[in-house]
């Protein structure tokens, strides 16, 4: 009996140890392999703060606050169009600018007309100071051999009267009766086309700038043609003036390009958005390469394939005086100019040369730059510039 319970016991101590080692075996981690990569485990993030709870703690349908509006990037404001002032009266309000650089020949050519007695000497005088004025020898010449007539039979030596002479003499030879007025009416559809030719310096591409600010003053639409090619940020600049006053330019994609292929799609692109006026700047070629004034002339042909050219404006810087009158002669020969743009009229320069480049030329002064800011570009009128001449 006593065996029977001895047997008892130690089945029961085997069967509590062997549940023992199993257990722990169950739950003892297993040792890692060596090489063996390490798991990591994110842990689950916390609820946030738009989660919504119940009173109790458990947890409820989430309901999440609407994302913030994105926030839209500041567009730049687009460039305030500006209305120039149409041309007629500018050059009356330029006269102030104009006379203050010209008064000296005027005074001194109405001193010399108001002496006592006037005599060869004096007469020598006079011619000495219109040739320096710019005027030119021959007329300056013929200038003195009509004041000294009517001097003589009149026998005038009033200031005023003396003035009166020399101002009427002076719009005789700078030509009352030329046509100043640019070509600038549309025709069988196509808007009219300009050109602005001349040399390095003179302005020309500020002048394009300028003139585009004229047509638009007198209600005229405008499409620049950049066909300055070769000088660097010519199209740029010529882009700032259009853009100003709402004008487009047409402009090659990189510096060099075919000026005659930019002015022919400038024309073009003209002529699809129906403006009036397309006003092509060149490059400010030297006069003394033949190369690029042939490549002018084909600037113009090119043009006149498609439609006719109105305008061919020659800018000169009046300060130039003679040297302005060879280039002239030279562009003159290359490209049928119409029209003389003089700048720089309210600086040095003598008022002389109006009369001169007309007369070389045989084509009008159409318009004068008298300043730097960009409405001082006016319109011609001989008797308001001879009055400037003349004023005290």
Not at 69 to 82: L, N, T, Y
Not at 143 to 155: M, N, P, S, Y
Not at 186 to 209: E, F, R
Not at 259 to 268: C, I, K, L, Q, R
Request: a negative charge; zero cysteines; glycine letters at 10%.
């Amino acid at each position: 009996m006593e065996t029977l319970i001895l047997i008892i016991v130690l089945a029961v101590v085997f069967v509590a140890v062997v549940v023992e080692v199993g257990w722990l075996t169950l739950v003892r981690p297993r040792r890692r392999r060596r090489g063996e990569p390490i798991e990591v485990v994110t842990p689950p993030e916390a609820p946030g703060q738009d989660e919504l709870r119940t009173p109790g703690g458990e947890a409820d349908a989430a309901v999440v606050a609407p994302p913030a509006p994105a926030r839209v990037p500041a567009q730049p404001a687009a460039p305030e169009i500006e209305k120039p002032p149409p041309s007629a009266g500018r050059l009356v309000r330029l006269r102030d600018r104009l006379s203050r650089s010209q008064s000296s020949m005027g005074s001194v050519l109405l001193g010399l007309l108001s002496r006592d007695r006037l005599d060869d000497d004096t007469w020598d005088e006079i011619e000495e100071v219109l040739i320096t004025a710019d005027v030119g020898v021959a007329p300056a010449r013929q200038i003195v051999d009509e004041l000294r007539t009517k001097v003589k039979v009149l026998g005038v030596r009033d200031v005023d009267q003396v003035r009166d002479l020399l101002r009427t003499e002076l719009i005789n030879q700078i030509g009352p009766d030329l046509d100043r007025t640019l070509n600038e009416e549309k025709h069988s559809g196509a808007p009219a086309v300009m050109m602005m030719v001349g040399v390095n310096g003179t302005g020309k591409t500020t002048t394009a700038g300028k003139l585009a600010r004229v047509l638009v003053g007198d209600g005229k639409t405008v499409l620049l043609g950049a066909a300055d090619t070769f000088r660097a940020a010519a199209a740029d600049q010529l882009q700032t003036w259009g853009g100003r006053v709402g004008a487009q330019t047409v402009r090659a994609d990189k510096e060099g390009a075919d000026p005659a292929a930019v002015a022919f799609d400038a024309v073009a692109k003209g002529t699809e958005l129906k403006v009036d006026v397309v006003l092509v700047d060149t490059a400010g070629r030297l006069h003394t390469k033949t190369g690029l004034m042939d490549e002018l002339g084909k600037v113009k042909r090119v043009i006149e394939k498609r439609t006719p050219v109105d305008e061919v404006l020659l800018v000169l810087d009046a300060t130039t005086g003679q040297n302005g009158l060879r280039q002239a002669r030279v562009f003159a020969e290359v490209v049928d100019i119409t029209g003389i743009v003089l700048t720089k009229l309210d600086g040095t320069a003598k008022g002389g040369i109006v009369i001169a480049v007309q007369r070389e030329l045989g084509v009008p002064v159409k318009l004068v730059g008298l300043g730097e800011g960009p409405d001082d570009l006016a319109p011609f009128d001989p008797a308001t510039f001879v009055d400037a001449i003349l004023a005290n």
